[in-house]
């Protein structure tokens, strides 16, 4: 050990030795990267599923103020979901935000989910990770993950708080509306108007002098109104 620590380089050597092999075993762990709120890396969703989900996803942001986070992964670096799920948390930096993540992970033939939420979220919910668990777990033991997810947000919309500020959404949309309506009334009345007045003009008004015309019933025993013109005699019907 002494020749070895003797030459200043072999010493340099040594001691980055000693500190690979003294460093924690999990510092070098790399997880997913996000490719959006939705980042479906087992390839799970179709378009129309993605679109859906994102659409779910906006919906919960408007209602709740929260984001949610959807990992969907076939490769783990980590003992466990959870740990995965907390890696991930973090890595993406969502501790300090409002949000929700949920991982869903497959390991050989079977499915697992972790969600967790950050602690303002918590604050506000309430144990919320647990409880979404609990409600997409027998849809992910029987690999329906799409129906875990519509589970998911299903389970979000039910809160109080969700419920709360849906009504209030629906009761400032008809409020909207109402208030739209006399608007929509000031441009109809003149456009009615208008055309009342144009065919008032088009059929009592003479089109050679601008003489209103003179309504009779036809001579021929028609029946049928004619409109004539005292003044140029031009005469329309019978």
Same mark, same amino acid.
């Given at each position: ?28 762990? @790399? $997880?997913? =990267? ?10 799970? %969703? ?16 408007? +209602?709740? *103020?929260?984001? $949610?986070?959807?990992? $969907? ?15 991930? %948390?973090?890595?993406?930096?969502? =501790? ?10 497959? @390991?050989?033939?079977?499915? @697992?989910?972790?969600? &967790? ?5 918590? @604050? ?6 647990? !409880? +979404?668990?609990?409600? /997409?777990?027998?849809? &992910? ?10 589970? /998911? %947000? ?9 419920? *709360? ?13 109402? !208030? ?11 456009? &009615?108007? $208008?055309?009342?007045?144009?065919? +008032? ?12 015309? #003179?309504?009779?019933?036809? #001579? %021929? ?8 013109? #005292? !003044?140029?005699?031009? #005469?329309?019907?019978?």
């Amino acid at each position: 050990m002494r020749t070895l620590l003797a030459h200043p380089v072999r010493a340099v050597a040594a001691a980055l030795l000693l500190v690979v092999l003294s460093a924690p075993h999990g510092a070098a762990v @790399t $997880v997913p =990267s996000p490719i959006g709120k939705l980042s479906d890396y087992g390839s799970v %969703f179709d378009r129309h599923g993605k679109d859906e989900v994102n659409a779910a996803i906006a919906d919960i942001a408007t +209602l709740l *103020k929260i984001d $949610v986070y959807i990992l $969907v992964s076939w490769e783990n670096p980590l003992p466990t979901v959870d740990q995965l799920a907390e890696a991930v %948390f973090s890595a993406w930096g969502l =501790s300090s935000r409002r949000a929700i993540l949920a991982v869903f992970l497959r @390991t050989g033939q079977d499915w @697992t989910v972790s969600a &967790v939420a950050s602690a303002s979220a918590r @604050t506000e919910l309430g144990a919320i990770g647990p !409880r +979404l668990e609990q409600r /997409m777990a027998d849809l &992910v033991a029987h690999d329906r993950i799409e129906e875990a997810v519509r589970a /998911m %947000f299903d389970e979000l919309r039910s809160l109080p708080a969700a419920q *709360k500020a849906s009504a209030a959404l629906a009761a400032q949309r008809r409020s909207s509306g109402q !208030r739209g309506l006399p608007a929509a009334l000031l441009v109809a009345v003149p456009v &009615v108007l $208008v055309v009342i007045l144009a065919g +008032l003009i088009r059929w009592r008004v003479c089109p050679r002098c601008a003489r209103i015309l #003179r309504a009779e019933r036809s #001579r %021929f025993g028609s029946g049928k109104r004619v409109y004539s013109c #005292r !003044r140029c005699g031009y #005469r329309r019907g019978g």
